[in-house]
T-cell receptor, first 115, second 113 residues
Framework: EPEVTQTPSHQVTQMGQEVILRCVPI?????FYWYRQILGQKVEFLVS????????KSEIFDDQFSVERPDGSNFTLKIRSTKLEDSAMYFC?????????????FGSGTQLSVL | QKEVEQNSGPLSVPEGAIASLNCTYS??????FFWYRQYSGKSPELIMS????GDKEDGRFTAQLNKASQYVSLLIRDSQPSDSATYLC?????????????FGTGTRLTIIP
């Protein structure tokens, strides 16, 4: 089965530093998402992205966050100035089409630790 | 705020028995419902989807949907130790054509050998 690839698997950073989390969605997919999961809590929607622009974002996705698809294959999440509370597992996901019965494929996640 | 509610558990079930997991959702306009399995430290894995009222069976898994009661359930028959995981209920909300998958907090299931 095709896979969504995320790198790095673990990222440790100092508070206030910028981090970029990288994702390679499945090649023929057009819809891309970032979710996060703080330890012991639920999986939370951050942002959806289609046709090189944000479709929807949650209240969590403030001005410190940005997403980009710089080269047609990578899909990145940037956190400009990390806070302790940004420590979480970040999941990238993608799917082929807009229909809600399309399967959403998740990457294996990047565990971000902010010290 | 669109909510998806689950009993966090833990739910302990003997091996070979039926595990029953429940979920309620607040948005009456929701149309698509999913059950994901998540092992500790791993990403969610889709195991069932259901879109219309009634039952849907796939192997040992049966999803049940009752839109009038805003209730979704998952039954796991002949439970195996490998079924021990957190089960996430998820619902799609559509807002001006943009869809968002909203997860519940998950129910931790332990199958006792």
């Amino acid at each position: 089965e095709p896979e969504v690839t995320q790198t790095p698997s673990h990222q440790v950073t100092q508070m206030g530093q910028e981090v970029i989390l990288r994702c390679v969605p499945i090649s023929n997919h057009l819809y891309f998402y970032w979710y996060r999961q703080i330890l012991g809590q639920k999986v939370e929607f951050l942002v959806s992205f289609y046709n090189n622009e944000i479709s929807e974002k949650s209240e969590i996705f403030d001005d410190q966050f940005s997403v980009e698809r710089p080269d047609g294959s990578n899909f990145t999440l940037k956190i400009r100035s990390t806070k302790l509370e940004d420590s979480a597992m970040y999941f990238c996901a993608s799917k082929k089409g807009p229909w809600d019965n399309e399967k959403l494929f998740f990457g294996s996640g990047t565990q971000l630790s902010v010290l | 705020q669109k909510e998806v509610e689950q009993n966090s558990g833990p739910l302990s079930v003997p091996e070979g028995a039926i595990a029953s997991l429940n979920c309620t959702y607040s948005d009456r306009g929701s149309q698509s419902f999913f059950w994901y399995r998540q092992y500790s430290g791993k990403s969610p894995e889709l195991i069932m989807s259901i879109y219309s009222n009634g039952d849907k069976e796939d192997g040992r898994f049966t999803a049940q949907l009752n839109k009038a009661s805003q209730y979704v359930s998952l039954l796991i028959r002949d439970s195996q130790p490998s079924d021990s995981a957190t089960y996430l209920c998820a619902v799609i909300h559509v807002n001006f054509g943009n869809e968002k998958l909203t997860f519940g907090t998950g129910t931790r299931l332990t199958i006792i050998p």
